[in-house]
């Protein structure tokens, strides 16, 4: 059975961190990309940032870039989100994806996901 649970959202002040962690169980982790993406109230769901599998190359949000970083662990099958300078705009749902094409076909998961609030 697949899972990706999301963990560590809470509520901070701007200006803050927060490190979210989604561990996954169910498939073969280090295959797979991962990414995070958030859905804030009344908005489309959009990517954070997003890691490859084998070279774990990483990509970002021009919003995201210099303040957050994905990063991941393959023994652990878990992959990270560290974010600073948190700013209200952040606040959101943020969810936990990991995607493989093979052979034409998609496998595409989903976490539960985990919210962030960013207020004073």
């Known amino acids: 059975q697949v899972q990706l649970v999301e963990s560590g959202g809470g509520l901070v002040q701007p200006g803050g961190s927060l490190r979210l962690s989604c561990a996954a169980s169910?498939?073969?982790?280090?295959?797979?990309?991962m990414s995070w993406y958030r859905q804030a109230p009344g908005k489309e769901r959009e990517l954070v940032a997003g890691?490859?599998?084998?070279?774990?190359?990483?990509n970002y949000a021009d919003s995201m870039k210099g303040r957050f970083t994905i990063s991941r662990d393959n023994a652990k099958n878990t992959v990270y989100l560290q974010m600073n300078s948190l700013k209200p705009e952040d606040t959101a749902v943020y969810y936990c994806?990991?995607?493989?094409?093979?052979?034409?076909?998609?496998?595409?998961?989903w976490g539960q996901g985990t919210q962030v609030t960013v207020s004073s």
């Open positions: 169910g498939f073969t982790f280090s295959s797979y990309a």
């Open positions: 890691i490859t599998s084998g070279s774990g190359s990483t």
């Open positions: 994806n990991a995607d493989l094409v093979v052979a034409g076909a998609r496998n595409d998961y």
